[in-house]
């Protein structure tokens, strides 16, 4: 299917008889991979009587040799996948498997792709950035505060990079431009609390997808944003050496050394809204975030602090969160 895919994806017509020669099949053996094809990706593929056949749209696809070139200096090993249920599901198969470390897991496709609070996370093929980096860390959980809003702040410094300079975040680990997503981060723990564990760090980007029916809340892209859609591979070098460089100075000074320019990101700071834990709602005005990344919220006359992973976030009186 890859070599079918490759002869596709510059988004001209290709004639049956054209594809079968350099794949060394029939023309009803083209079909026949042609709707395979379809049925793995969901990708629409067009058909022209005299013509042949057509991608909706030219695709770039994940180039693993350039990737690895570019990831080797840092020390990280990659792996690139067609699809995949989850690339954070992996990472952690493949933390099991005591493997180099740090290790980046990127697809094509995710065909469990999830977010947080258990949410479906829409992974359509070879549109968007699914990428997972997996990391050892010695001294336990203490060592991971704020990390979630690090890598946050990551991810928007490579966005305005990249010219997406409306990108900003909302805590504790979203990137939006105004009102709509842009990106998600997840981190999932494996391994002793207290001592040596293990992180996966669990990224989502909307690169090039410009509709979808599946997604549940207002959303946006790189490439609505820009005007043109990206190369995913400029995306996943850009994005690594940023969060490369932020990490190594978080391994160096924890999250503290962040707090202020992360409130400079924040797009709700100073924002009346609404703070859900469980079945708890609480009103109050954003004033910033601690030295461990909690939120602090002013709560009538008290600044009070709320961190934990079920916490949702919403601006007075809109829907969702």
């Known amino acids: ?8 994806s510059n988004g001209e017509f290709h004639s049956g008889e054209a594809l079968g020669r350099a794949l060394g099949v029939s023309r009803s053996a083209v079909w026949k991979k042609l709707q395979q094809l379809q049925l793995e990706t969901g990708i629409e593929i067009h058909k022209v009587r005299g013509r042949g056949y057509k991608l909706p749209n030219p695709i770039v696809l994940l180039n693993e040799p350039w990737l690895t070139e570019r990831h080797d200096a840092a020390g990280w090993d990659i792996r690139v996948y067609n699809a995949i249920d989850s690339t954070n599901a992996e990472a952690m198969r493949l933390i099991a498997q005591a493997l180099k470390l740090p290790l980046l897991v990127v697809s094509e496709q995710q065909t469990a792709g999830r977010g947080r609070r258990g949410r479906k ?4 093929f070879a549109e968007n950035l699914y990428y997972s ?4 860390i010695e001294g336990g959980m203490k060592q991971l505060e704020g990390l979630s809003l ?5 991810v928007v410094k490579m ?5 997406i ?5 909302k805590w504790p680990n979203d990137i939006l431009v105004g009102r709509k997503k842009l990106a998600g981060i997840l981190l999932e723990l494996t391994g002793d609390p207290a001592d040596v564990c293990h992180v996966v760090i669990g990224i989502g980007i909307n690169v090039n997808m410009r509709s979808s029916e599946e997604v549940d809340q207002s959303w946006t892209s790189m490439a609505l944003e820009s005007g043109v859609d990206q190369d995913r591979n400029q995306v996943v070098a850009r994005l690594s050496a940023v969060l490369n460089r932020y990490l190594t100075s978080y391994y160096a000074k924890g999250f503290k050394a962040f ?16 703070l859900l834990a469980g079945q708890s709602a609480i009103n109050g005005v954003v004033v910033g975030v601690d030295d461990a990344g909690g939120l602090r919220l002013m709560v009538g006359q008290d600044v009070q602090v ?10 007075r009186g809109q829907p969702g969160s």
């Not at 299917?1 to 596709?8: G, N, P, R």
């Not at 966005?159 to 010219?163: A, C, R, S």
């Not at 709320?306 to 601006?315: K, P």
């Open 1 to 8: 299917m890859q070599t079918l895919l490759k002869l596709l």
């Open 121 to 124: 996370w829409v992974s359509p």
């Open 133 to 136: 980096l997996a990391l050892r």
């Open 150 to 154: 690090l890598v946050g702040l990551a």
């Open 159 to 163: 966005l305005q990079e990249m010219g």
């Open 165 to 169: 300079s409306g990108a900003g975040l």
């Open 259 to 274: 707090k202020d320019e992360w409130e400079q990101h924040h797009l709700w700071q100073n924002e009346p809204v609404t």
């Open 306 to 315: 709320f961190s934990g992973g079920e916490l949702s976030l919403r601006l």
